[in-house]
């Protein structure tokens, strides 16, 4: 009962790690920034605010929210247009 | 006991993965941020003061987010943190709007390389590739309106500088017409030497000076 118990858990914690949310926040927020060298635009500076925010609150623990501004960021980098 | 860790367990798991609902910043207890950032995006601050005003706009976001977490803006364990991100939104909107009043540069889009052959404004290979770059930023940024901006270096007179730099511009404005970038959208200007960027005494100064940028109009 035990392992079966342990296995669930493992595979329950699998499932939103292995959609990336637990690993990429940090890496699409490098990914702006990186996109973004140079562009000095109001939406390149509120993208990475808001990449900002996301790394935060991952940091926090609040994946959800991380998501949620990370998207946002992302928006706003494309509307941007990216780097210069 | 085992149930209630298993039902406890999925219960984390799926609450992991469920969307997260659009951040809503229309409530009242951020109304006085929202009026800031409202003045100082009509006060011109998204071109004039675009650090600042992302930072306001941001600090709105985040401190509406934790509003939602508290559900109630004077109570919870997040009212400080969201009584510091209303503040810090209003006071960066505010800068923002201070530093947006009397005249301000327009955002300048570089085009770093472009160089013309001497007494020339024909475009060289390298030049194309620089401004088929920017042909693919004006494509994403299909909003904004931009002049072309061609500057010399302080060798030669007034006057040639300047009509030579009327010419580079329109050939560059020209090149961006003919790939996509609509007529109405461009306009082109000559500034000679009128506007260097670092000293003229040195070769690299002068190198540095003789350069086209993009200036967002809008």
């Not at chain 1, 690993?23 to 993208?47: F, M, P, V």
């Not at chain 1, 990449?51 to 929210?65: F, I, L, P, R």
């Not at chain 2, 160089?115 to 042909?135: C, E, G, Y």
Request: hydrophobic share 40%.
């Amino acid at each position: 009962m035990r392992i079966t118990l342990l296995l669930f858990t493992l595979f329950a914690f699998s499932l939103p790690a292995n959609a990336g949310m637990f690993s990429t926040i940090d890496d699409r927020a490098n990914q702006i920034s990186a996109q973004l060298e140079g562009n000095n635009s109001y939406h390149a500076h509120l993208a990475r605010e808001l990449a900002n925010v996301a790394v935060e609150e991952k940091g926090q623990h609040d994946v959800t929210a991380a998501l949620e501004f990370i998207r946002m960021a992302e928006d706003h980098a494309a509307q941007a247009g990216g780097s210069k | 006991m085992i149930k209630r860790i298993i039902t406890l367990t999925a219960s984390l798991s799926l609450a992991a993965c469920a969307g997260y609902t659009d951040i809503n910043i229309g409530v009242d207890e951020l109304a006085e941020a929202r009026a800031a950032i409202a003045d100082a995006k009509t006060a011109g601050a998204e071109r004039c003061a675009p650090k600042l005003q992302a930072q306001a706009v941001a600090s709105l976001y985040w401190a509406g987010h934790e509003l939602e977490e508290s559900g109630n803006y004077d109570a919870g364990d997040h009212a400080e943190e969201e009584a510091m991100l209303v503040a810090r939104a209003v006071a960066k909107a505010k800068e923002a709007k201070a530093a947006s009043k009397g005249a301000c540069m327009p955002e300048i889009i570089k085009l770093s390389g472009i160089q013309f052959p001497h007494d020339s404004a024909r475009l060289t290979p390298a030049a194309t590739a620089i401004l088929d770059n920017a042909v693919k930023t004006l494509q994403k940024r299909s909003t904004i309106k931009v002049e072309v901006a061609a500057h010399t270096d302080s060798s030669g007179s007034n006057e040639y500088n300047l009509a030579l730099s009327e010419r580079r511009a329109a050939s560059v404005m020209n090149y961006l017409g003919t790939h996509g970038i609509s007529s109405s959208r461009l306009t082109s200007k000559g500034y000679g030497e009128s506007q260097p960027i670092v000293s003229n005494a040195t070769k690299e100064g002068r190198t540095a000076n003789r350069r086209v940028e993009l200036r967002v109009m809008n």
